[in-house]
């Protein structure tokens, strides 16, 4: 049974970074594509980045492109998404998430319903 457990988030100022990580307990963390989602009050989830299962792709947003990145450790089964320079409007709920049926394929989706394993979300806080 896949679980996804975040870690990292807390409460910082504007223009500070946090790391947050994502483990898996699983087996098969080496086969998956994992993204990174955020979901603000009131508005959608909201894809962030995604990394191949290798870890030789990744993908953003060009809002945060120079400011967060995406990576992976397949030994540690862990993923890490590292904020710099954040902003108060970045606050929200961020959440890891691991699709294989199109790893598989070779695709990487932006569209949280692609997704198969959703992690249970961490707060990430930015006050002004």
């Known amino acids: 049974q896949v679980q996804l457990v975040e870690s990292g988030g807390g409460l910082v100022q504007a223009g500070d970074s946090l790391r947050l990580s994502c483990t898996d307990s699983?087996?098969?963390?080496?086969?998956?594509?994992m993204a990174w989602f955020r979901q603000a009050p009131g508005k959608e989830r909201e894809f962030v980045a995604a990394?191949?299962?290798?870890?030789?792709?990744?993908y953003g947003t060009d809002s945060l492109k120079g400011r967060f990145s995406i990576s992976r450790d397949n030994a540690k089964n862990t993923v890490y998404l590292q904020m710099n320079s954040l902003k108060p409007d970045e606050t929200a709920v961020y959440y890891c998430?691991?699709?294989?049926?199109?790893?598989?394929?070779?695709?990487?989706?932006?569209?949280?319903?692609?997704?198969?394993?959703w992690g249970q979300g961490t707060q990430v806080t930015v006050s002004s």
């Open positions: 998430a691991e699709d294989l049926k199109n790893a598989i394929l070779g695709r990487i989706c932006r569209t949280s319903s692609e997704y198969d394993y």
């Open positions: 699983g087996r098969t963390f080496y086969r998956y594509t």
């Open positions: 990394i191949t299962w290798s870890g030789g792709s990744t």
